[in-house]
T-cell receptor, first 114, second 114 residues
Framework: DSGVTQTPKHLITATGQRVTLRCSPR?????VYWYQQSLDQGLQFLIQ???????AKGNILERFSAQQFPDLHSELNLSSLELGDSALYFC?????????????FGPGTRLTVT | AQSVTQLDSHVSVSEGTPVLLRCNYS??????LFWYVQHPNKGLQLLLK??????LVKGINGFEAEFKKSETSFHLTKPSAHMSDAAEYFC????????????FGTGTRLTVIP
């Protein structure tokens, strides 16, 4: 158990809908990262937050957004969902803002868009 | 730019025989390198990391990796495979001194034959 929690574990929704994925980092970790794992794209970094502020952006679509709250939990919002958004979404956390600190991963949220 | 290439998408070994999972990296900066393991339907777990100290890095569960700058490689090895080692393994690079983004390889699926 990494100490990173993600809810829900599974999510099934229809195209065009909007969903919110939630992540709680390990106690004491200030950085939260979101990743998408799909069969065709592999594991891709989406976005990082540090202590409530956006720190780095990766291959995140404009339809996706994230935020980190004062209690350090983070939410990833996915809107206007398409079939291709079906994937496993991981959250990770680390102690500091920048590397090379290892990241601890949550169990993931499996999103299925039908 | 940072990237990793995992040379084998699938490796199959017999229980008790050595494991070698190959990884080559490309980085504009002196990199940090990691190996993560993902068991079926689980999150990612850190096996080991290299951050410019000793070039031979020991990790959990008997795994180790050697950083070879001249060959830009960071191969993962284990002397004797166990059934529980069957999983997906990811080689990961992070540019040191910059944001803590992780760049994942495409993964190597390890099968252990009894």
């Amino acid at each position: 158990d990494s100490g990173v929690t993600q809810t829900p574990k599974h999510l099934i929704t229809a195209t065009g809908q909007r969903v919110t994925l939630r992540c709680s980092p390990r106690s004491g970790d200030l950085s939260v990262y979101w990743y998408q794992q799909s069969l065709d794209q592999g594991l891709q970094f989406l976005i990082q937050y540090y202590n409530g502020e956006e720190r780095a952006k990766g291959n995140i679509l404009e339809r996706f957004s994230a935020q980190q709250f004062p209690d350090l939990h983070s939410e990833l919002n996915l809107s206007s969902l398409e079939l291709g958004d079906s994937a496993l979404y991981f959250c990770a956390s680390s102690r500091e803002r920048q590397g090379p600190y290892e990241q601890y991963f949550g169990p993931g949220t499996r999103l299925t868009v039908t | 730019a940072q990237s990793v290439t995992q040379l084998d998408s699938h490796v199959s070994v017999s229980e008790g025989t050595p494991v070698l999972l190959r990884c080559n990296y490309s980085s504009s900066y002196s990199p940090s390198l990691f190996w993560y393991v993902q068991h079926p339907n689980k999150g990612l777990q850190l096996l080991l990391k290299y951050t410019s100290a000793a070039t031979l890095v020991k990790g959990i569960n008997g795994f180790e990796a050697e950083f070879k700058k001249s060959e830009t490689s960071f191969h993962l090895t284990k002397p004797s495979a166990h059934m529980s080692d069957a999983a997906e393994y990811f080689c990961v690079v992070s540019p040191r001194g910059g944001a803590n983004n992780l760049f994942f390889g495409t993964g190597t699926r390890l099968t252990v034959i009894p």
